[in-house]
């Protein structure tokens, strides 16, 4: 069984679609949404399809506690704005007969029709394939075994979802699975989709280069 675990906080606008999808998609599975202290009608809309349990907020803690709930002997951690396939679960399922595989995740796509946004797409895309790294908007999945010997995601402010692949994919396999993992570009649409973008490239090589996540999230204000 796969676990899909999805951390929200004040996601009433768009975890309905994102958790509808999910419902939908072939496969055993179990879904667990954990909120960070929503105050608006995100938990009412979670419950309609979902196990909801609570945690203090921030990703990487919610994601902690969502897996240590968990059931499932794989976890596919997605996030609230986040639309994946219908054959998601059954593709992690057949990628993990190959006891190789490790993990891995969807191409990313934004449901936004701007021309600029299949430029970014391929420019994402691309840059994923070369160097095998990615971030949680793409869905991430692994093997439960291995979640718990890596400690899970660290419980940082930022640059959780890039340590934690970068983590990943030292032990062994990750795959790209068929299919794409429709996202919002919410984060992209409150400044310029070149300023944003650049922000985000810097912040993963200053954290590769020692700089902490409290001090990246300081020094370019990212929005998550």
Not at 151 to 166: A, P, R
């Amino acid at each position: 069984m796969v676990s899909i675990i999805i951390p929200a906080l004040n996601e009433a606008d768009l975890i309905g679609n994102t958790l509808k999808a999910v419902s939908e998609t072939e496969g055993e599975k179990e879904v667990i949404v954990v909120d960070g202290g929503s105050k608006d009608g995100t938990v009412s809309i979670a419950k309609k399809f979902a196990r909801v349990v609570k945690s203090s907020p921030g990703r990487g803690v919610q994601m902690n506690t969502g897996a240590s709930e968990a059931k499932g002997d794989a976890f596919l951690f997605l996030y609230a704005d986040t639309v994946v396939p219908k054959t998601a679960v059954r593709l992690i399922e057949e990628a993990l007969k190959d006891p190789h595989v490790v993990g891995g995740r969807f191409d990313l796509g934004f449901n936004n029709p701007a021309f600029k946004y299949r430029l970014a797409e391929v420019f994402i895309n691309h840059r994923g394939h070369i160097t095998q790294a990615w971030g949680g908007d793409h869905g991430t999945f692994v093997r439960r075994e291995l979640f718990e010997k890596l400690g899970g995601f660290k419980e940082i402010s930022l640059m959780d979802d890039i340590d934690f692949v970068h983590r990943l994919k030292r032990c062994g396999k990750v795959v790209v699975l068929q299919g794409i993992a429709l996202t919002s570009p919410r984060k992209y649409e409150e400044q310029s989709l070149l300023k944003t973008g650049f922000k985000i490239i810097a912040c993963r090589y200053l954290y590769k280069l020692g700089v902490s996540s409290e001090k990246l999230v300081k020094l370019y204000n990212i929005k998550r």
